[in-house]
């Protein structure tokens, strides 16, 4: 065999090894989800409101903003809308002293929600607190850098924290939201079950049609929620966080020094140093709303960061993974190990599908003279063991996308989800794309690996004020 040939098939026998082994936990997960149907975890109404306002707990909202002019006003009002007592609420907006865009919204809010004054400020002429009405004071956090290039939501949210006045703390991003009740409901489940140390809500989108990529996103969100959560949940593995609609103990947060500042997946690190303390994280079934980015290049933007954190993480929790089994249990690790490796399975398929394609032109012969696929010939034909565990690991992930989708889609069973029924054969697509974001955040991770791509929020904003003016 040529020196080609043996790198295709060394290639061929490593990825092999590690998609069989995804492949083994996907079926097992699936048989989690048929067999044992995991529900996620309901609040009733009847609970909801069975606790008095006198008795419910002061409550921290942290809303880390940066560059958020466009979408601050609207995640005030829905701050405001929520069904808890106004005086129990601790509401911090954490903001940087040279977001000036942010900072002038900021400034604005009170006069937006009709008052003619109702801002203090601190000797250096910078906010320290606004009203929106007679009952809702708003804390502004002014957060400042410990080292340049360290602006991330880390450093934000444990200035909020360190700040923060309630017995419970949650976290909103700038376009969220959430149901009405869903701080009653929080807060009723944690004072009734004071084993749980967090919360996780559920995130749907608001601009689900906006575009075939919010379709799909919204897809992915709903199986994530669902099916992955729960059957997790009921297996006692580790929940990788949410950036968003966490509900924690706040002497839990301040036992584990809040946040690590260093990585841009601050959740997903925070839902394996739960698991790893033994603290129990728990899915509930309240929506808060967001905007799924509708174009191609924010969703990518967006995955570097979420996949640069993943794989940030991974490292970080994997260098002694003795200690790491010990902390969370064998089979918990090896899922621990397949959520964070996640990214560089996607970068390692991509020579993967250019084999897979050129070994089906040669074998049609219109590539049939090229030394690649000659070195692929050579490679399948010396083991058609390879060739064909390649063919099931190809046709299981294709087909088991669809099939996880179908069935989350039909649990949710609303006209919002049933209507995404057609787009479940388009998932397989749909995630092969993380082969792009995950290659770059594999770049990224060793050259800027404190950057914090931001999301831009507003695209919905923006096209409805475009179809009003119209």
């Known amino acids: 065999m040529s020196p080609g040939g043996i790198i295709i098939l060394i290639y061929a026998i490593f990825s092999l090894v590690i998609f069989l082994i995804a492949d083994v936990l996907l079926l097992y997960l699936t048989f989690r989800v048929f067999a044992k149907n995991a529900k996620i975890t309901e609040v009733s109404t009847t609970e909801t409101y069975q606790i008095s306002d006198s008795e419910l707990p002061i409550i921290s909202i942290l809303l880390p903003v940066y560059r958020e002019e466009v979408t601050l006003p609207n995640l005030v009002k829905s701050i405001a809308n929520l069904d808890y007592p106004k005086n129990k609420l601790d509401i911090r907006i954490l903001v940087e002293p040279d977001d000036y865009p942010t900072l002038k919204t900021i400034m604005t809010l009170p006069y937006q929600f009709g008052l003619s004054d109702g801002i203090k ?3 250096y002429g910078l906010p320290t607190s606004i009203r929106v009405s007679e009952e809702i004071e708003i804390h502004i956090d002014h957060i400042y850098l410990n080292s340049p290039g360290a602006r991330t939501k880390a450093n934000s949210l444990n200035q909020g924290l360190s700040n923060a006045k309630g017995d419970f703390v949650t976290i909103y991003d700038a376009e969220d939201k959430p149901d009405q009740t869903q701080l009653r409901k929080m807060a009723v489940y944690m004072l009734q079950h004071p084993d749980a140390a967090c919360l996780q809500a559920r995130l749907a989108y608001y601009n689900p049609d906006q575009s075939l990529i919010t379709k799909l996103f919204s897809v992915e969100y709903i199986i994530h929620f669902l099916l992955m959560l729960p059957s997790f949940y009921s297996m006692n593995k580790v929940i990788l966080l949410g950036g968003t609609s966490n509900f924690f103990r706040t002497e839990v947060l301040k036992r584990m020094n809040g946040w690590k500042t260093d990585n841009v997946t ?23 709303w967001e905007e799924a980015p509708p174009k191609i290049y924010p969703w990518i933007r967006q995955r570097i960061r979420w ?7 991974f490292g970080v929790h994997f260098k002694n993974p003795l200690k790491l089994i010990r902390d969370i249990g064998f089979s918990s690790t090896i899922f621990l190990f397949y959520l964070l490796f996640s990214p560089i399975m996607y970068t390692i398929s991509i020579p993967g599908w250019f084999l897979f394609a050129a070994f089906w032109l040669n074998y049609f012969g219109i590539i049939s003279t090229m030394p690649l696929a000659l070195w ?3 490679a399948y034909q010396s083991s058609s063991i390879i060739f064909y565990s390649a063919l099931f690991a190809f046709l299981f992930s294709v087909s088991y996308i669809p099939i996880m989708a ?10 919002y989800a049933l209507s995404k029924v057609k787009y479940s054969y388009l998932m397989p697509f749909y995630l092969y794309l993380q082969c792009i974001p995950s290659t770059i955040a594999i770049i990224e991770l060793f050259f800027r690996p404190k950057v914090w791509r931001k999301t831009y929020h507003g695209f919905s904003l923006e096209m409805t004020s475009q179809k009003q003016k119209q």
């Open 121 to 123: 400020y601190n000797i």
């Open 376 to 378: 692929i010939q050579e």
């Open 307 to 313: 996949n640069k954190g993943y794989i940030y993480t």
């Open 266 to 288: 601050e959740d997903a690190d925070m839902g394996v140093r739960l698991s790893r303390m033994r603290y129990k994280v728990v899915p509930i079934n309240t929506i808060t």
């Open 406 to 415: 179908q069935e989350a889609l039909f649990r949710q069973g609303d006209k």
